[in-house]
């Protein structure tokens, strides 16, 4: 190693003095700057003394890159991004996008004060809950209602609160691992709930249930298969029949539904999802996702009988699982969509997307591609259909009939990384190796800023 390259490295103090860098200076508080350069320069002379490094880089390639971390460092981490990937619920992408009305109906609740806890006719205190439940009654004909963080959140509080000591009958093939390493029989062992394995991973049938009461089950939990589907010599018995057993024996019937919907899925010409007032009507309790199909916020919905729901609103794990103000003011805002079922499908962006229809979305394709052709002649993109999913663990197996853009010209895992390191970054997917944008995803606005990123390629940046 050459001790003068170490010499040469200029102070942090003069470095906040170079034009460029007091410039971008200007728009990022002067502590992150410093700490930003004073990380960056703490790397290189890591990188010297390693070996890993020459020689310093010269001061306009120095300059260059300490405005470039700067201006990162100064960024959010959390980002819009352009979904093109025709994944509606996208775990990765933050699953139900809000849609601009129903979010701004929310942010009130986080700007200023809020009768969250405040019964204003009485001028005392009152439930965080209230008007939110009452809705969900009202949508469901639940007797009652109770909304925690998130789902994985409600499977634990409820079988914590109605199975904790006792048996509880689960099918061998709904033991199932969710995601992020929620595994059912996992979660139920920290219940407290005692796991009876029942009927095999293809065919669980009444039959199989019945032994289970026979041999002391005291709960009857169901779980929806959510990420993966089992096709050929299969059997699963019907929610129907599982809630008459329940009924006749006295046993809890409970229901990990995932996710579900608050409209028929017929209506959005959908041919499957579970449809929640349906499962209600059969359940002692069943709980779901807020931001899968019923495309609101994060949170664990619980929905059912008067007494478990009360006796999980006592739980201790209840006041650890309560959700935020600004997820109560969500939800009540995309459930209010929700009384009228036409307003529902306008105004919450999963539905609308789920209805799309192919012949409309292969119009919106062909004048996406018309449009980039004009911006980016150095590229072809053209108009096509392609499979659609509906993603986040709430339909396994069902495509979506879609339409993309495919775009020609340059390899595509180039124009992937292009585009998504735009600004906002554009995800879309490589499929037979092909760029595709698929437009179902898409939100208002979204085809102006692919129409720029495009320029911005066209124009060699
Ligand atoms: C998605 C899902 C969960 C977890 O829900 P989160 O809202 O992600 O916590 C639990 N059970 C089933 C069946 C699911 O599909």
Redesign the pocket.
């Known amino acids: 190693m050459d001790i003068s390259q170490l010499r040469s490295i200029p102070k942090v103090d003069n470095i906040l003095e170079w034009p460029e860098i007091k410039r971008v200076c200007r728009e990022v508080p002067r502590a992150l700057a410093k700490e930003t350069v004073r990380r960056e320069l703490d790397r290189l002379r890591g990188a010297l003394y390693q070996g890993e490094l020459e020689a310093m880089p010269s001061a306009e390639e120095l300059d260059a890159m300490l405005c470039a971390e700067i201006k990162k460092a100064a960024q959010p981490s959390l980002r819009r991004v352009i979904n093109a990937t025709g994944v509606v619920l996208h775990?990765n992408l933050g699953?139900a996008p809000l849609g601009a009305e129903i979010a701004a109906s929310a942010a009130f609740a986080a700007a200023g004060y809020s009768n969250l806890e405040y019964n204003l006719e009485k001028g005392c205190r009152g439930s965080r809950y209230a008007c939110t439940e009452e809705l969900l009654c009202a949508l469901t004909g639940a007797e009652a209602a109770l909304i925690v963080?998130?789902?994985?959140?409600?499977?634990f509080l409820m079988l914590n609160t109605l199975a904790q000591g006792k048996k509880a009958a689960v099918s061998r093939g709904e033991l199932?691992e969710?995601?992020?390493g929620?595994r059912?029989p996992e979660i139920m062992a920290l219940s407290g709930a005692e796991l009876m394995e029942t009927g095999t991973t293809n065919k669980t049938r009444l039959s199989d249930y019945k032994s289970a009461i026979d041999l002391g089950a005291e709960v009857l939990l169901k779980?929806?298969?959510?990420?993966f589907k089992i096709t050929g010599f299969t059997e699963e018995t019907a929610l129907s029949q599982l809630s008459a057993l329940a009924k006749e024996s006295g046993a809890y019937m409970l229901y990990?539904?995932?996710?579900g919907f608050l409209i028929r899925p017929e209506t959005l010409g959908l041919h499957e999802g579970a449809y929640i007032p349906d499962a209600v009507s059969e359940c002692d309790v069943v709980?779901?996702?807020?931001?899968?199909l019923l495309g609101g916020a994060?949170?664990?919905i619980l929905l059912g009988k008067s007494e478990p729901i009360a006796l999980m609103k006592k739980n201790q794990l209840n006041r650890m699982l309560r959700p935020d103000k600004l997820t109560l003011a969500a939800l009540e805002a995309v459930l209010r969509c929700y009384i009228d079922e036409k307003q529902a499908k306008e105004k919450i962006p999963a539905l609308r997307m789920l209805a799309a229809e192919q012949t409309s979305l292969l119009e919106t394709a062909r004048l996406l591609a018309a449009r980039l052709a004009d911006c980016c002649p150095t590229l072809h993109f053209f108009a096509e259909p392609c499979a659609d999913e509906t993603g986040?663990?709430?339909l396994p197996g069902m495509e979506l009939s879609g339409a993309a853009v495919a775009v020609e010209g340059a390899p595509p895992q180039v124009l992937e990384e292009k585009m998504r390191a735009n600004d906002p970054p554009v995800i879309g997917r490589i499929n037979r190796n092909r760029f595709l944008l698929s437009v179902r995803t898409l939100m208002p606005g979204d085809v102006e800023e692919i129409a720029a990123a495009f320029s911005k390629w066209g124009a060699g940046l």
């Open positions: 775990t699953r963080n998130n789902n994985a959140a409600a499977v199932v969710i995601g992020g929620f059912i779980v929806h298969t959510s990420n990990d539904m995932g996710s709980c779901f996702s807020g931001d899968k994060q949170a664990g986040g663990g709430s």
